[in-house]
């Protein structure tokens, strides 16, 4: 196997030629980039500036509306002079702001439905933070938008305004309370104007849509699908999780001459009784249907917590591998993969606290500590299972091959059955593995292990001994032969084969972390100067 370290890593593409939705690579010719350096040094200032000047001359229109306004009569739509003189000015505002950005030209096409007909407007792809442009075209629909943006100068004072709706990351009954105010907006007979979602829930490249969340579609009434386009001929658009950061975004944008935004406004679709009764259902299909309108396919992929998850064959895997996080925290605190025994018992979980787990891998630091802990699984008495840590540590080492790796999970993880059948790897055990190596979603992964049962157990008495668990042959089979599957586990895990207790990783070139052996504790690197 090929020693790779995480700079020259590179992402799976997924299946069936489908392009990767979170990566943007921005190749520039020697012309463009002269252009770009000339226009980048005397229109982008000028323009950002400007575009600055009138964000801030936004504020006294936002102002202006609900000053003096109680939260309980924000509970209703503003309406008489504020909303006439101040909706007006923000609209008139706001197309200058994005005129001064570039964006020269909105073409729109198709016809908005009215509040009554649609009550809720579904836009995709959401490819960048200048998105809110199909704002001015929709007339300024009400949002969903997250409670922290509220403390953002200027900003906050636009999300007030718009009277959005705010889901808050720290508040559990959050979520059902926004759930209840979209129905309750979207039932109100036209009252509220309409309410605007990005059913993807992040930004992409344009090249696939995400897997759309069930948020805009919970109230079960017809949603407009609004598409929108960028179709110029160099994307400088586009912010996707791998790809130019915000200020280059931003700087090379400005730094185009004319940027062109096309936003066509589809058919309002209405659901039928069964997409009214499950919003998921109702969600796919409406996104199947703005993909095919945009030509490129209709993907599982999302965000799940912070990490993009790509879709394998049936496997959805994180974008990168999570378990080089563990391994630059560990390489920060100065450890590098030698010898560490574990105490993980086969078959047996031992879980273990936040200070144990210092005292397990001789870490001092605090915040280095909480950094690697929190990378664990932990159950609802902030624990983890020290059989995570084995796994975790030997994945880094590089002292074993694929086969060897996976034969230690299923060990690990495996459970001991009646009337001695052997050892089956259970749905907790193959969702913790494949969490644990390739950051696979817990669901995700329970649900492929139940289909694979399935399918071995109609394959026939002598393939499939039991509905409830894997073999080491079977799952050998899964993670190592299967060509799409294999190629997943050896991408993710491609560590050279060095002999047992050999550094894999150097600071020079890649993340460490300790290793993981069979008895598994933790030996401590040498210190510079030993």
């Given at each position: 196997m090929s020693q790779r370290s995480p700079g020259d890593w590179a992402p799976l593409d997924l299946t069936a030629g489908t392009p990767n939705p979170f990566v943007h690579e921005l190749h520039l010719s020697r012309l463009q980039r002269v252009k770009f350096c000339l226009l980048g040094a005397l229109?982008?200032?000028?323009?950002?500036?400007?575009?600055?000047?009138?964000?801030?001359l936004l504020w006294p229109f936002a102002w202006l509306q609900v000053v003096g306004l109680t939260d309980e009569q924000l509970q209703e739509p503003v309406t008489g002079w504020r909303k006439s003189v101040c909706h007006s000015g923000v609209l008139g505002l706001g197309r200058l702001l994005f005129f001064l950005l570039g964006f020269l030209r909105i073409r729109v096409r198709g016809q908005r439905a009215s509040r009554l007909q649609a009550p809720v407007l579904v836009a995709a792809p959401h490819s960048t933070f200048f998105?809110?442009?199909?704002?001015?075209?929709?007339?300024?629909?009400?949002?969903?938008?997250r409670a922290e943006n509220l403390s953002v100068p200027v900003i906050g004072a636009l999300l007030r305004f718009n009277?959005?709706?705010?889901?808050?990351?720290?508040?559990?009954?959050?979520?059902?309370?926004?759930?209840?105010?979209?129905r309750r907006r979207a039932t109100s007979g036209g009252k509220w104007p309409q309410v605007l979602f990005f059913p993807e829930g992040t930004c992409s490249n344009k090249k696939a849509l995400l897997k759309f969340k069930p948020g805009a579609f919970i109230a079960g009434v017809p949603v407009?699908?609004?598409?929108?386009?960028?179709?110029?001929?160099?994307?400088?658009?586009?912010?996707?999780?791998?790809?130019?950061?915000?200020?280059?975004?931003?700087?090379?944008?400005?730094?185009?001459?004319?940027?062109?935004?096309?936003?066509?406004?589809?058919?309002?679709?209405?659901?039928?009784?069964?997409?009214?009764?499950?919003?998921?259902?109702?969600?796919?299909?409406?996104?199947?249907?703005?993909?095919?309108?945009?030509?490129?396919?209709?993907?599982?992929?999302?965000?799940?917590?912070?990490?993009?998850?790509?879709?394998?064959?049936?496997?959805?895997?994180?974008?990168?591998p999570r378990l080089w996080e563990l391994g630059k925290v560990l390489l920060k605190a100065g450890l590098s993969p030698s010898c560490v025994d574990a105490g993980a018992e086969p078959g047996q979980s031992r879980m273990i606290s936040q200070d144990e787990f210092a005292r397990q891998l001789q870490l001092s630091d605090p915040q280095t500590v909480a950094g690697a802990f929190s990378y664990f699984h932990q159950d609802?008495?902030?624990?983890?299972?020290?059989?995570?840590?084995?796994?975790?540590?030997?994945?880094?080492?590089?002292?074993?091959?694929?086969?060897?790796?996976?034969?230690?999970?299923?060990?690990?993880?495996?459970?001991?059955?009646?009337?001695?059948?052997?050892?089956?790897?259970?749905?907790?055990?193959?969702?913790?593995?494949?969490?644990?190596?390739?950051?696979?979603?817990?669901?995700?992964?329970?649900?492929?292990?139940?289909?694979?049962?399935?399918?071995?157990c109609q394959a026939g008495p002598g393939q499939g001994p039991s509905l409830q668990g894997l073999s080491l042959r079977q799952f050998q089979d899964f993670s190592l032969r299967d060509p799409l599957y294999g190629k997943v586990f050896s991408t993710y895990l491609c560590l050279p084969h060095a002999p047992r207790g050999t550094p894999q990783l150097s600071k020079a070139s890649s993340p460490g972390g300790p290793t993981a052996l069979a008895n598994g504790t933790v030996q401590a690197p040498k210190q510079k100067g030993d």
């Open positions: 229109l982008a200032p000028i323009r950002v500036l400007l575009a600055f000047i009138v964000l801030f998105d809110p442009i199909v704002l001015l075209p929709c007339d300024l629909p009400k949002v969903v938008s009277q959005a709706i705010f889901v808050s990351r720290h508040d559990p009954a959050s979520r059902r309370k926004v759930v209840e105010e979209v407009q699908p609004v598409l929108i386009r960028y179709p110029n001929s160099l994307d400088t658009t586009s912010w996707a999780w791998r790809g130019p950061g915000v200020l280059k975004v931003l700087w090379l944008t400005a730094s185009q001459p004319c940027s062109i935004v096309d936003v066509e406004f589809l058919p309002v679709y209405h659901p039928s009784p069964e997409e009214s009764r499950d919003p998921t259902l109702y969600a796919n299909n409406v996104q199947r249907v703005m993909a095919q309108a945009l030509g490129i396919p209709a993907t599982e992929c999302e965000v799940v917590g912070n990490l993009p998850v790509i879709v394998m064959g049936r496997l959805k895997v994180a974008l990168e609802t008495k902030g624990s983890v299972d020290f059989r995570d840590v084995a796994l975790a540590l030997a994945a880094l080492d590089g002292g074993r091959s694929l086969e060897e790796l996976t034969c230690l999970a299923f060990e690990l993880f495996a459970e001991e059955q009646a009337e001695g059948r052997g050892r089956l790897l259970h749905q907790d055990g193959f969702s913790s593995i494949l969490h644990l190596l390739l950051g696979s979603p817990r669901p995700a992964a329970a649900t492929l292990h139940a289909e694979l049962c399935r399918e071995l």
